[in-house]
């Protein structure tokens, strides 16, 4: 099935309601299960993802799939290694191909006796029940901080709880901050000096946790506000102090013309008239935002060079290539330069006359491009389900600004 999309309408004014923040309750629930005392975590996710790790941490199956859901995988992982549990955790084909051997070798370095099932480095793994009797791993910092993410929160549950020491760049550290935050939260205390990061053995506690609104999902109505000439919308319960580092998009967004005010009752986007020509940004810390960022500048013609983006081709998709393969459908024509570098020069070639976007099982690829219907009538969306990963309410959402959307095939 695809969706056809197109937006007859003119001005953008209204609310938006964002789901919260799945990387916010992904983390929650793990602290959730280990706090010895629990507590309640208000505005829980709907995405696929939150379901998924969930259903995960109340299973009584020996088999735990995940899908798509990286962070269920990485997570889990370490949770079972750390509750002395022997489950085997797998997924779908491309989980099967997404690289998992930075986070068990820390793992196997306490002790865990975790072993691949199929290709070595890769899901599915299965973890042996022994207990972690180690409190100190060296992990690379350049593959995913879902890695040290997943280390950080099971640390204070270790018995002589962990010192862990980050080799080479950091990729996202943003999400290693929101990860010590939350925990501090919960009432765990950690010390990051340098490239060392020291959580000692101690429990969760907490008082109820009320989960930030979703700012990767928001970052799609940037992208959508910036097309349109009259833009008064209102991003429902979204602040400006937040843990997440894609936060920055309210930043960003204004080389394309939107002001952000922050109200008693969310973010309120306006229009302003100046739009950039070119844009540098580096997205090291970013990546979840990158697909928007690449679009939406091609979309209005401004050329860009983004460094940073190393880790996308290791997501649900390779995201690199599925940019330069659905873009080149409308006529933008971006290049990887190096490692690490997207830029675009402004090269176009002629759009396809019938444009049906891939979505390559990837959410932000759906999302990102959804937009584009603003400028290319009639575009098509693949495989529109999989924004249940992260925002079941998007397609609906979209509706209700004006976009109109029809199914085509089944």
């Known amino acids: 099935m695809e969706y056809r999309l197109s937006c007859p309408a003119t001005t953008l004014h209204g609310r938006i309601n964002l789901p919260s923040s799945k990387s916010i309750s992904n983390r929650l629930l793990i602290i959730q299960s280990l706090s010895p005392n629990k507590f309640d975590v208000v505005g829980l996710s709907d995405s696929d993802d939150t379901r998924v790790l969930q259903e995960g941490l109340q299973s009584t199956s020996d088999v735990i799939d995940v899908g798509h859901a990286g962070t269920s995988m990485r997570f889990l992982t370490a949770y079972f290694a750390a509750t002395g ?15 998992i051997s930075g986070l068990v070798d820390a793992l196997n370095q306490l002790g865990a006796g975790i072993t691949y099932l199929e290709k070595e480095g890769y899901p599915p793994v299965r973890t042996s029940g022994n207990s972690l009797t180690g409190n100190t791993v060296m992990i690379d910092g350049d593959i995913s901080s879902q890695f040290i993410t997943a280390l950080l929160l099971i ?11 980050i080799t080479g760049r950091l990729v996202s550290a943003s999400y290693v901050r929101m990860t010590l935050e939350l925990m501090q939260q919960a009432g765990v205390k950690a010390t ?8 000692i053995h101690q429990p969760y506690r907490s008082d109820t946790i009320t989960v930030e609104r979703d700012w990767s999902a928001a970052s799609y109505w940037y992208e959508i506000a910036s097309l349109f000439d009259d833009v008064e919308l209102l991003l429902e319960g ?36 100046n739009i950039c020509s070119f844009l540098s940004l580096d997205l090291i810390n970013t990546p979840d935002i990158a697909q928007t960022l690449v679009v939406t500048s091609c979309l209005h ?11 996308l081709r290791v997501k649900e998709t390779d995201r690199v290539a599925a940019l330069q393969n659905e873009l080149l459908k409308l006529g933008f024509s971006i290049g990887e330069t190096a490692s690490g570098i997207l830029e675009w020069d402004g090269t176009r070639t002629e759009s396809q006359n019938d444009i049906s976007i891939a979505s390559y099982q990837d959410h932000r690829m759906a999302m990102a ?31 209700s600004i004006g976009f109109v959307i029809d199914k085509v095939g089944t």
């Open 301 to 311: 013609n401004t050329k860009f060079r983004f460094v940073g983006t190393d880790t």
């Open 238 to 273: 979204v602040t400006g102090k937040s843990l997440q580092g894609d936060a920055v998009m309210s930043q960003i967004a204004y080389s394309w013309g939107i002001k952000t005010e922050y109200l008693p009752e969310g973010a309120l986007l306006t229009k302003h008239r």
């Open 369 to 399: 491009f959804a937009p584009a219907a603003i400028v290319f009538p009639g575009i098509q969306i693949e495989n529109p389900n999989v924004v249940n990963k992260s925002y079941s309410g998007f397609w609906n959402d979209l509706q």
């Open 85 to 99: 549990q022997v489950k085997t955790i797998t997924g779908s084909e491309r989980m099967k191909n997404r690289p």
């Open 155 to 165: 640390a204070p549950h270790l018995p002589e709880g962990l010192v862990i020491h």
């Open 192 to 199: 990051w000096e340098g490239n060392t990061i020291t959580v």
